[in-house]
């Protein structure tokens, strides 16, 4: 049975030198840049959006790149060489979106895009650890200096922890018999690689028939997450991009699972007003929304994209204007 990975927060081809950005068109027809435009994008990646912001705001469109992996820095500098002068790089967290574009002059800026999750370049490469597929370390760590490796986390956690982590960011199920099993297998000197990881994971759930998809994967979801504080950087993310779009400007976030889904349509709902208890006509006492919903149902990707890139499966795109 050929072995997949969910298309959870992953994109890309696979081949990490053909890179496929995803959701490409219909994230550029939601942002709808142009040209005098300044504009972010939050997980430059490999520069794939980033390209096709610099082409849809040309000639004189500026884009601001951010991402915590040097690696993936590396890369899009190189790729995005054709478009210097209109575009600006720098590493770090989308959690202080804020504070990059006010230190290089994004400050307001015109429309933001985030493509959640890890690149291709980050899975496909077995020495960081993300994948059950290819051996490596238990690393894990999207910025592959800073913070706690996968495997030390693992040596600190106990089982109610681990468990927890499963349960809230895996979704998975059994979460406690599964962290019981990761912890004996550490305590035994038996869980240093991937490998090992996905092996002691299919020995306790076993496989379920009929699906591609391996046992390790919710796991390995479970244990990025929280290795990265993902959920954390994005809930400040969304938190701060009201204070950065100008009225009309657009946010435009892709995400690959529900747990980050969730908290993007919510950002963009803004607060509910409380129903009156008996139903009186009153004035809601809460601020209205920042943000207009463009659509009321995330955007999918197309069958033809799914068929050309499985990875972009799972991927839901919504975007919100500034009001
Ligand atoms: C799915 S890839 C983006 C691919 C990109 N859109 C393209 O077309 O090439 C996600 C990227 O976001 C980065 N990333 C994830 N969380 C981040 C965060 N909190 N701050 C900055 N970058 C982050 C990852 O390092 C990764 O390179």
């Not at 053909?18 to 430059?44: C, F, K, M, Q």
């Not at 790729?79 to 400050?107: K, W």
Request: proline share 6%; aromatic share 4%; net charge neutral.
């Amino acid at each position: 049975m050929i072995e997949r990975e969910r298309d959870e927060c992953v994109n890309g081809s696979g081949a990490t030198d053909v890179h496929v950005s995803v959701l490409a068109d219909e994230i550029i027809a939601g942002l709808a840049p142009r040209s005098g435009g300044r504009y972010i994008d939050a997980t430059l990646g490999l520069g794939g959006h980033t390209a096709r912001m610099l082409e849809a705001s040309s000639p004189d469109g500026r884009v601001l790149g951010i991402d915590r992996d040097p690696e993936a820095i590396a890369r899009a500098r190189a790729r995005l060489l054709p478009f210097a002068g209109r575009v600006t790089i720098v590493e770090g967290h989308f959690s202080e979106i804020e504070m990059h574009a006010a230190r290089h002059g994004f400050l307001p800026v015109h429309g933001v895009i985030a493509d959640l999750g890890i690149s291709s370049l980050q899975l496909d490469t077995g020495g960081r650890g993300f994948s059950f597929l290819h051996d490596g370390p238990l690393d894990m760590r999207m910025g592959p200096v800073v913070g706690e490796t996968a495997q030390a986390m693992l040596e600190r956690l106990d089982v109610d922890a681990l468990a927890e982590i499963l349960r809230s960011y895996g979704e998975q199920d059994r979460p406690r018999a599964v962290a019981r099993a990761i912890l004996r297998a550490r305590d035994e000197g038996a869980l240093s690689s991937t490998k090992d990881l996905a092996r002691v994971v299919e020995r306790a759930v076993g496989r379920r028939p009929g699906t591609a998809i391996h046992p390790a994967t919710r796991v390995f979801q479970a244990i990025r997450i929280a290795v990265n504080r993902e959920l954390v950087e994005l809930e400040r993310f969304l938190a701060g991009l009201a204070r950065l779009v100008v009225p009309g400007g657009r946010v435009a976030v892709i995400s690959f699972h529900s747990l980050e889904d969730r908290l993007v349509k919510r950002a963009f709902e803004g607060p509910k007003a409380e129903p009156s208890p008996h139903k009186l006509p009153v004035a809601p006492d809460v601020e209205p929304s920042s943000w207009l919903r463009v659509s009321r149902r995330p955007i999918t990707p197309s069958a033809a994209e799914v068929e050309r890139n499985p990875r972009a499966r799972s991927a839901k795109l919504r975007v919100a204007e500034r009001v």
